[in-house]
């Protein structure tokens, strides 16, 4: 059986729909008069699973395009730039986190280039210390706390 | 006649010299914040909201309203120049608007955009001053039920709209209310699908849904190995500022049409600028003659939704200052801004605080205008950001996202959020699963639920009350109306493709 992005898209509508579900039942059902919190959800997963498996089972038996390649590389070096950005923002400052994001991230596109790439983390540095530190007053640090 | 003791009341509060500073200020600080990619309206407004707390009520509003279009044309500039919708209205702008860019039209598609939101803002201002009160009658008729359907309607739209197959768009609808679904349930007190997590009982807000499904997979997307990035400049002269007499008849029809889309659909509380422009997008690519021109940059496709846009956005003033019913998130601080000021918002806010209601109406339309001078010209300079080469541009775009994304809440989780979703949104675009009608989910998913809830609770549990109730039966019977004709169209084209290929075979 061939992997169509029909099939691949059905099963990942029926994996969402089954967590909705799954998790529903932890909550009181309730009836149709009066709906527990419960009752929504099992809905609504339900429909996705549905729809989910109309697609999936379309796309089994009907073909259609096959999934493309996924850029695996970029994709964990774009995500992650982000995820140890948020981590470094509350521990290590702005600064530090807006040179992390733009390694990082910058590292995913060739050529890479670290003069360029350090001068663009530092400038910014300056821009989003100007805007959103001083101009706007977001509730963020610049440096680590230990240094002041 | 009222209307016009109305309105020299108005003008006469707008156009005072401090309401006017407060209007100019508005509209040039909310496009400025606006034009930084990925800080949309919400992100804006949020952050701007305690610079207005020292102007008495009226300025506040004026100014905050400035804010709000100010920043609804920088979203339609970054939709246009880098396909990231800073709203989730916007996101419909990006669908033709960026192709245009792509094509080096981004000046006809930024100028358009600009003529399209004063026209429609400006008639539906006409439009609300002389119909306010029947408006607000009508909608006043719509109860639970009307609601459910009205959504119901508006996510099916979103689903057929979308490119893509049919059972993709609704699965993605469907996600979406899921997503909706988390956090604390209102009713209850009940921690759904938050996993423990404290940081999600607030729920997701669509602001990071968006950002992470549009702009962070649009990064990841033009950063594929074999990808040309899709960053294109364009050089262009003053002479194409001017659209041509070609572009002015295709555009005008779809302003007109979505100003009409704009104006009913902002004017039902519960609804708001996002369904309108969707439904006006849909109306376009119904009426065109050559609806495969959409999403590869057709004009019309800006405009008309565009158009919408600004009259819903107008109009949806109507239920936030005549029932305190928000139409969509923004208006929501809008509202809670009024109530810091001990402005009640309900029926009364027009007889007891004329001088505001109307005061308003007036600035809204000298605030329109008041864009479309300061930006035709500056159109020059947001083209000009398209000539920083790529490698430069996206690890900026990245930061001003994550940081916007931070500061709505202030909470770096939501950075995280947005990682996921950026990551969940490539991999969807990869399986051809559109992230519009997701975006729609989201945001309607809670009060869909919160209306079934309380449709059927007023009809003691018995779901017939969605098709005995005339209008809302009415709104049923339009979106099977809807996916009759999608089906039907969807089956004339097969058939014809058959007789061609059959053609082939023959001949």
């Given at each position: 059986m061939t992997l169509t992005k029909d099939l691949v898209a059905g099963l990942v509508f029926i994996l969402i729909g089954l967590v909705a579900v799954v998790e529903a039942q932890g909550h009181p059902m309730g009836s149709l008069l009066r709906m527990g919190p419960g009752y929504y959800p099992t809905l609504v997963g339900g429909l996705t699973i549905l729809v989910g498996a109309a697609l999936a089972v379309k796309g089994a038996l009907a073909g259609g395009p096959r999934v493309p390649q996924f850029a695996w590389r970029e994709l964990a070096l774009l995500i992650g730039s982000i995820v140890v950005a948020a981590f470094a923002l509350e521990r290590l400052g702005l600064v530090a986190a807006t040179f992390l994001l733009v390694v990082i991230s910058r590292y995913a596109s060739r050529p890479f280039h670290w003069r360029s790439t350090l001068l663009l983390a530092a400038a910014l540095s300056l821009v989003g210390a100007v805007i959103f530190w001083w101009f706007l007053k977001l509730p963020i640090k610049l440096w680590p706390e230990s240094w002041i | 006649m009222d209307l016009i003791a109305n309105l020299s009341l108005g003008f006469e509060v707008a156009l005072s010299p401090s309401n006017i500073l407060y209007c100019v200020i508005g509209v040039t600080v909310g496009t400025f914040v606006g034009v930084l990619p990925g800080i949309g309206p919400m992100a804006t407004i949020s952050m701007l909201l305690p610079i207005t707390f020292g102007l008495d009520p009226i300025g506040a509003l004026i100014m905050l309203a400035g804010i709000y279009y100010g920043a609804q044309f920088g979203s339609s500039v970054t939709s246009i120049l880098l396909n990231i919708p800073g709203h989730a209205a916007a996101a419909v702008i990006c669908l033709d608007g960026h192709p245009m860019a792509k094509q080096g039209r981004a000046a006809v598609g930024l100028v358009g955009s600009a003529i399209a939101s004063f026209i429609g803002g400006s008639l539906a201002i006409i439009l609300v001053m002389q119909f306010a009160p029947p408006l607000a009658k009508f909608a006043l008729r719509f109860g639970p039920a009307e609601y459910f359907s009205m959504m119901a309607l508006a996510l099916l739209a979103a689903a057929i709209l979308s490119e893509g197959e049919l059972l993709k768009g609704i699965g993605m609808v469907l996600v979406g209310l899921i997503i909706g679904v988390v956090g604390i349930d209102v009713n209850s007190g009940a921690q759904r699908l938050s996993f423990g997590s404290w940081n999600l009982a607030d729920g997701v807000s669509f602001v990071i849904v968006a950002m992470g499904v549009f702009a962070v997979s649009e990064v990841m997307a033009n950063l594929e190995p074999h990808s040309k990035p899709q960053m294109v400049g364009s050089d262009f002269t003053w002479r194409e500022l001017v659209p041509s007499w070609r572009d002015f008849r295709q555009a005008f029809g779809s302003i007109i049409r979505g100003f009409g889309v704009g104006a009913l659909f902002g004017a039902l509380p519960g609804s708001g600028p996002t369904i309108a422009s969707f439904i006006s997008y849909s109306v376009e690519k119904k009426v065109a003659r050559e609806p495969e021109r959409f999403g590869k940059g057709a004009l019309e496709g800006v405009t008309g939704p565009e158009s919408a846009n600004n009259a819903a956005a107008v109009a949806g003033f109507i239920p936030t200052l005549t029932l305190g019913v928000p139409g969509d998130a923004i208006m929501a601080l809008m509202l809670g801004c009024l109530m810091i000021f001990g402005i009640q918002p309900g029926p009364r806010v027009i007889t007891d605080n004329p001088e505001l209601f109307w005061g308003l109406m007036a600035s809204m339309w000298i605030g329109n205008l008041l864009l479309l001078i300061l930006n035709i010209p500056l159109i020059g300079i947001w083209v000009r950001?398209?000539?920083?080469?790529y490698a430069i541009l996206y690890p900026s775009i990245l930061l001003f996202i994550c940081i916007g994304v931070f500061a709505t809440n202030n909470n770096t989780f939501d950075i995280l959020l947005l990682a996921g979703f950026g990551a969940a949104g490539y991999i969807f675009s990869k399986l051809g699963c559109p992230a519009a009608p997701l975006l729609l989910g989201v945001i309607l998913g809670p009060l869909i639920e919160e209306n079934m809830r309380r449709a059927l609770l007023i009809s003691r549990g018995d779901p017939t009350v969605f098709v005995t109730h005339p209008i809302s039966l009415g709104l049923l019977l339009v979106a099977a109306a809807v996916l009759a004709g999608f089906f039907y169209s969807g089956f004339r084209k097969r058939r014809a493709g058959l007789r061609e290929a059959d053609t082939t075979v023959d001949g």
């Amino acid at each position: 059986m061939t992997l169509t992005k029909d099939l691949v898209a059905g099963l990942v509508f029926i994996l969402i729909g089954l967590v909705a579900v799954v998790e529903a039942q932890g909550h009181p059902m309730g009836s149709l008069l009066r709906m527990g919190p419960g009752y929504y959800p099992t809905l609504v997963g339900g429909l996705t699973i549905l729809v989910g498996a109309a697609l999936a089972v379309k796309g089994a038996l009907a073909g259609g395009p096959r999934v493309p390649q996924f850029a695996w590389r970029e994709l964990a070096l774009l995500i992650g730039s982000i995820v140890v950005a948020a981590f470094a923002l509350e521990r290590l400052g702005l600064v530090a986190a807006t040179f992390l994001l733009v390694v990082i991230s910058r590292y995913a596109s060739r050529p890479f280039h670290w003069r360029s790439t350090l001068l663009l983390a530092a400038a910014l540095s300056l821009v989003g210390a100007v805007i959103f530190w001083w101009f706007l007053k977001l509730p963020i640090k610049l440096w680590p706390e230990s240094w002041i | 006649m009222d209307l016009i003791a109305n309105l020299s009341l108005g003008f006469e509060v707008a156009l005072s010299p401090s309401n006017i500073l407060y209007c100019v200020i508005g509209v040039t600080v909310g496009t400025f914040v606006g034009v930084l990619p990925g800080i949309g309206p919400m992100a804006t407004i949020s952050m701007l909201l305690p610079i207005t707390f020292g102007l008495d009520p009226i300025g506040a509003l004026i100014m905050l309203a400035g804010i709000y279009y100010g920043a609804q044309f920088g979203s339609s500039v970054t939709s246009i120049l880098l396909n990231i919708p800073g709203h989730a209205a916007a996101a419909v702008i990006c669908l033709d608007g960026h192709p245009m860019a792509k094509q080096g039209r981004a000046a006809v598609g930024l100028v358009g955009s600009a003529i399209a939101s004063f026209i429609g803002g400006s008639l539906a201002i006409i439009l609300v001053m002389q119909f306010a009160p029947p408006l607000a009658k009508f909608a006043l008729r719509f109860g639970p039920a009307e609601y459910f359907s009205m959504m119901a309607l508006a996510l099916l739209a979103a689903a057929i709209l979308s490119e893509g197959e049919l059972l993709k768009g609704i699965g993605m609808v469907l996600v979406g209310l899921i997503i909706g679904v988390v956090g604390i349930d209102v009713n209850s007190g009940a921690q759904r699908l938050s996993f423990g997590s404290w940081n999600l009982a607030d729920g997701v807000s669509f602001v990071i849904v968006a950002m992470g499904v549009f702009a962070v997979s649009e990064v990841m997307a033009n950063l594929e190995p074999h990808s040309k990035p899709q960053m294109v400049g364009s050089d262009f002269t003053w002479r194409e500022l001017v659209p041509s007499w070609r572009d002015f008849r295709q555009a005008f029809g779809s302003i007109i049409r979505g100003f009409g889309v704009g104006a009913l659909f902002g004017a039902l509380p519960g609804s708001g600028p996002t369904i309108a422009s969707f439904i006006s997008y849909s109306v376009e690519k119904k009426v065109a003659r050559e609806p495969e021109r959409f999403g590869k940059g057709a004009l019309e496709g800006v405009t008309g939704p565009e158009s919408a846009n600004n009259a819903a956005a107008v109009a949806g003033f109507i239920p936030t200052l005549t029932l305190g019913v928000p139409g969509d998130a923004i208006m929501a601080l809008m509202l809670g801004c009024l109530m810091i000021f001990g402005i009640q918002p309900g029926p009364r806010v027009i007889t007891d605080n004329p001088e505001l209601f109307w005061g308003l109406m007036a600035s809204m339309w000298i605030g329109n205008l008041l864009l479309l001078i300061l930006n035709i010209p500056l159109i020059g300079i947001w083209v000009r950001v398209l000539k920083i080469p790529y490698a430069i541009l996206y690890p900026s775009i990245l930061l001003f996202i994550c940081i916007g994304v931070f500061a709505t809440n202030n909470n770096t989780f939501d950075i995280l959020l947005l990682a996921g979703f950026g990551a969940a949104g490539y991999i969807f675009s990869k399986l051809g699963c559109p992230a519009a009608p997701l975006l729609l989910g989201v945001i309607l998913g809670p009060l869909i639920e919160e209306n079934m809830r309380r449709a059927l609770l007023i009809s003691r549990g018995d779901p017939t009350v969605f098709v005995t109730h005339p209008i809302s039966l009415g709104l049923l019977l339009v979106a099977a109306a809807v996916l009759a004709g999608f089906f039907y169209s969807g089956f004339r084209k097969r058939r014809a493709g058959l007789r061609e290929a059959d053609t082939t075979v023959d001949g």
